[in-house]
């Protein structure tokens, strides 16, 4: 679209003619004291809670302790120029970013300022950060699932459109992979869901990776990162996942579905923390404000699945928390686990132990997302469930005797090719149907009688042999519609037992 | 208007009852601004940040009250204010006592910034044009400045509200939006 000189000028025109402020009234207050990201302002009787202030210089606050005579506020940016004395002007709007398709692909600071040197972001909207989340009657059931691309997520923890499930392990165990994986998974499908990228007192190298990473993997277009990284100060810590959030819901409103990561929520809730304690709210558990939960209760909230009428839209969370030495019992990571709808573990014994991506399954649950799952899905993932269980029960014991039993020995080698097959590597997201014909192949017993080193390179081919081969067997999968809860529908079980065996006689050679 | 302390507004909201019960407003302001003046000087303070104070203090009113004829009421609240420790609060309780004594009596302090200064005639206009319907222009009390800066129009402020209809705010807010 060419813009022509006439337009600017007849707009400039329009906007001098209309101008017909002939006075600003604001309400004053002055800076009493500064530090550490907070101002507190004498005057401002008429500032409103989480009212934009202006501090001059370009430097903006947000007030959120109205007290009788004092204002306690946030300052977003650079408080080097504020110091006692400065005039304060309240400016009648509530803080705001930008929404939209402009920020898609952009680095964006909490306050929509762009950090990617990519030039100004171009917006047609903005959205308020705080706002409360949709009601009961504007929400339908999470029904449509989210494809993370990560077989032990898809198959026994599924995330649907709509759901909070939270992430949740010690550092180093691969929760940021997850992230990066379902936000590519989400390019390479073509699936249409928006990511939006939240860091919140993360190594700003390590955004930087993963914003290359996205690049790389031709993710970064469909996605938008907040970054308020760990030299951030608190507030812009604190504002982040809310900014995060609105650009989200610009999306689920208009009947669009997105998909947000608040990497990490633990982060958050330090940010929060020093930002209260500095306007001297009062401590409570840890030190953390009396609202700590509900700060991220009303957060969450505001991810869902809206209902027919208004649109139809959705807003997926994964909140991040990081533990530590595994302890999932403390203030934090408890608190958010009753929030959302299910929580990805991730343990480090089993990262170490090179099981990748380290999902404890026995300790991740998904509680809204199995209605969700396509059809074929959840007739393989029930056994495989099922499988798993009885394997982990049964390692347990089998580390000490060495005499078992038939039964118990194949059960372990069923356990065992299940675990290889789990295994993925990082940024290989798997569609669908891929992931259904790899874990039917296994809970069929068809790997049994595979070496375990041999079970990726039997996946990799089947897979490969599947695509060129029956092409038509890959939509099937896709496609299933038979309304058989737990089971996989008979025929389309044939015919996948008859593509495997001509695999097998076919292209299969087996090394040993 | 810096930071004054809520426990002065406490004392001052204590004294204006009493004051408009009693309508004795121009009395309690001219002891405590005569106090709270004598209380600046820099001797005074230092007997006030000594930790024993209230011996002091007693000493220092009794002579002081005698000298300067301090209504009975004045003195009474003096020595609440020592036995509590907060005399120190004292000029901050003045300056709230004048606020609420300027909201009892319906007086409005605003303070005006023009870009040349303004004539009598001009002045008597802003008091008119302030002055709430119906209002007595008279009450409308004008500290009156000059800021070649704002180019032209006027800047009102009461309290902690400012109207501003200065030419530089007007195109202030014509780059933010055209911007």
């Known amino acids: 679209m060419a813009i022509r000189s006439e337009d600017i000028v007849r707009s400039l025109v329009d906007q001098i003619e209309g101008f017909d402020q002939r006075e600003r009234t604001s309400n004053v207050g002055s800076v009493v004291e500064v530090g550490d990201g907070i101002a507190r302002i004498y005057g401002l009787s008429q500032a409103m809670s989480g009212e934009l202030l202006d501090f001059g210089h370009g430097t903006m606050g947000m007030a959120l302790n109205l007290e009788e005579d004092t204002v306690g506020a946030i300052i977003l940016g650079d408080y080097q120029e504020i110091g006692e004395g400065t005039e304060v002007r309240t400016t009648g709007r509530i803080v705001q970013v930008p929404v939209g398709d402009g920020l898609l692909g952009r680095v964006v600071s909490p306050i929509g300022e762009p950090l990617d040197g990519k030039g100004p972001i171009i917006a047609t909207e903005y959205r308020p950060v705080e706002v409360v989340a949709p009601g009961v009657i504007m929400r339908q059931e999470v029904r449509t699932p989210l494809q993370t691309g990560v077989k032990s997520i898809d198959t026994m923890i599924p995330i649907g459109r709509g759901q909070r499930e939270l992430i949740i392990g010690d550092r180093a165990t691969g929760k940021t992979a997850i992230i990066a994986d379902t936000i590519i998974n989400q390019a390479r499908q073509k699936t249409g869901v928006v990511c939006i990228y939240v860091a919140i007192g993360q190594k700003e190298a390590k955004v930087s990776q993963l914003v290359r990473t996205l690049e790389e993997n031709g993710a970064l277009s469909n996605t938008i990162i907040v970054v308020a990284g760990a030299s951030a100060s608190a507030s812009l810590q604190y504002l982040a996942p809310y900014a995060g959030c609105a650009m989200g819901e610009f999306y689920r409103d208009k009947g669009g579905d997105a998909f947000i990561a608040y990497d990490d929520l633990t982060k958050h809730a330090w940010a929060y923390r020093q930002v209260s304690l500095l306007l001297r709210r009062p401590p409570g558990r840890e030190a953390y404000p009396g609202d700590v939960f509900y700060c991220h209760s009303r957060l969450l909230e505001r991810a869902a699945r809206l209902s027919e009428e208004y649109g139809g839209g959705s807003l997926t969370a994964f909140p991040v928390i990081e533990t530590q030495l595994g302890d999932l019992s403390t203030y934090i990571p408890t608190n958010v686990i009753s929030i959302t709808d299910g929580q990805i573990f991730l343990q480090g014994d089993l990262f170490n132990a090179g099981i990748r991506p380290a999902v404890n399954v026995g300790l991740s649950v998904s509680r809204v997302g199995g209605a969700a799952q396509t059809r074929a899905m959840r007739g393989v993932a029930g056994r495989l469930r099922l499988d798993m269980a009885r394997f982990r029960e049964l390692a347990a014991f089998a580390q000490f005797g060495s005499d078992l039993d038939r039964a118990t020995q194949a059960q372990l080698t069923r356990g065992q090719r299940l675990q290889e097959l789990l295994k993925q590597p990082q940024y290989g997201p798997m569609p669908v149907e891929d992931q259904v014909m790899s874990i039917y192949a296994g809970v069929s017993g068809r790997l049994d009688k595979v070496d375990i080193a041999d079970v990726g390179r039997y996946e990799r081919e089947v897979l490969q042999f599947m695509r060129s081969s029956h092409p038509e067997l890959c939509d099937r999968v896709l496609n299933e519609r038979q309304d058989s809860t737990s089971r996989l529908n008979a025929g389309l079980a044939q015919a996948l037992d008859q593509a495997f065996d001509e695999f097998e006689a076919r292209a299969w050679r087996a090394s040993s | ?179």
Request: hydrophobic share 45%.
């Open chain 2, 1 to 179: 208007m810096a930071g004054r302390s809520p426990a002065a507004k406490r004392y001052a909201e204590a004294v204006a009852s009493i004051a408009s019960q009693a309508g004795t407003w121009d009395a309690w302001l001219r002891d405590l601004t005569q106090v709270a003046d004598a209380l600046a000087e820099p001797v005074i303070r230092a007997i006030l940040a000594n930790p024993n104070q209230t011996v002091n203090i007693s000493h220092f009113l009794d002579s002081r009250s005698m000298r300067d004829g301090l209504r009975p009421e004045t003195i009474r609240l003096l020595r609440v204010m020592a036995s509590k420790r907060t005399l120190g609060l004292l000029p901050d309780a003045v300056e709230w006592l004048h606020e609420l004594a300027d909201r009892a009596r319906g007086v409005r302090r605003v303070e005006v910034t023009s870009a040349v200064p303004l004539d009598a005639s001009q002045q008597r206009q802003v008091q008119m044009h302030l002055a709430d319907v119906g209002g007595d222009p008279a009450n409308v009390a004008l500290t009156l400045q000059v800021d070649p800066g704002i180019i032209g129009g006027l800047v009102i402020r009461e309290g902690d509200h400012i109207k501003d209809r200065s030419v530089r705010a007007r195109l202030e807010t014509l780059r933010e939006r055209m911007a």
